[in-house]
């Protein structure tokens, strides 16, 4: 067999080989082509959606800048202002009054100031213009008054302060102190310092102001012993 004749039996051979193993059609390219193209786009956007899941998980736990979990709000507990008898205080100094709480003189808290004498039935009382006198017959925030210790280094030594009007004091008056007064408290001034003295063994006590102890008689405060009573009852205002 001649050379031209193998060569032409070899060209047939590959010509036949390429149309049956060549490319796909074309139509099975396409479509072959848009799967890929969809399964791309499909991936891009679960990586788009789960980056951004991320994202917004990430802004929820942190406080933006600090990198701190953001802590629950604290929820605020609520506060119940309790009125206070005692007036402010300018200094730290205090009469010792632990002599008066061992003999059970109630200090602090609402009491009545009243002589023993059950014909008078007066109690310490705030009247009009805040004058001050022992005509209380009626048990309010007129006759409730509170003992606090006194802003001076002596022993038993107190303010009388109206529960109703904290800050303000009862007040001696120049003279024969007829009647007193409510003022606004001074710390250590000496017409608003009472003295508690002890007034026999019942547990009645005396209160002595800068121009003497207090006299109760028949129409309220007396000039002195010869028309009034000095022992005086304190007890609790609740009591």
Request: hydrophobic content about 40%; glycine content about 10%.
């Amino acid at each position: 067999m001649s050379d031209d004749r193998i060569q032409q039996g070899l060209d047939s051979y590959a010509e036949h080989l390429q149309r049956t193993t060549g490319l796909a059609p074309s139509a099975e390219i396409r479509r072959r082509g848009d799967r890929r193209r969809r399964n791309r786009a499909t991936g891009a956007a679960f990586a788009a959606v789960l980056i951004a899941a991320v994202g917004v998980g990430t802004v929820l736990t942190r406080q933006p800048g600090t990198g701190r979990p953001i802590q629950p709000a604290a929820t605020p507990s609520p506060s119940v202002s309790q009125p206070s008898i005692s007036p402010s205080r300018t200094s730290s100094v205090a009469s010792d009054v632990s002599r008066l709480r061992a003999r059970g003189l109630d200090l602090e808290t609402g009491v009545l100031i009243f002589a023993p004498d059950a014909a008078l039935d007066r109690w310490m009382a705030v009247g009009a213009d805040d004058v001050v006198d022992f005509t209380g017959r009626t048990k309010d925030a007129s006759t409730e008054m509170s003992l606090i210790p006194a802003v001076v280094e002596e022993d038993d030594r107190v303010i009388i302060v109206p529960v109703a009007r904290p800050g303000w004091c009862v007040t001696d008056t120049p003279g024969a102190g007829l009647p007193l007064a409510l003022r606004p408290c001074r710390d250590g001034q000496a017409d608003q310092t009472w003295a508690v003295t002890a007034a026999g063994d019942s547990g009645n006590v005396s209160l002595t102001g800068p121009d003497g102890p207090l006299y109760v008689g028949p129409d309220g405060l007396a000039l002195d012993a010869g028309s009034g009573f000095s022992s005086l009852q304190i007890k609790r205002f609740d009591g």
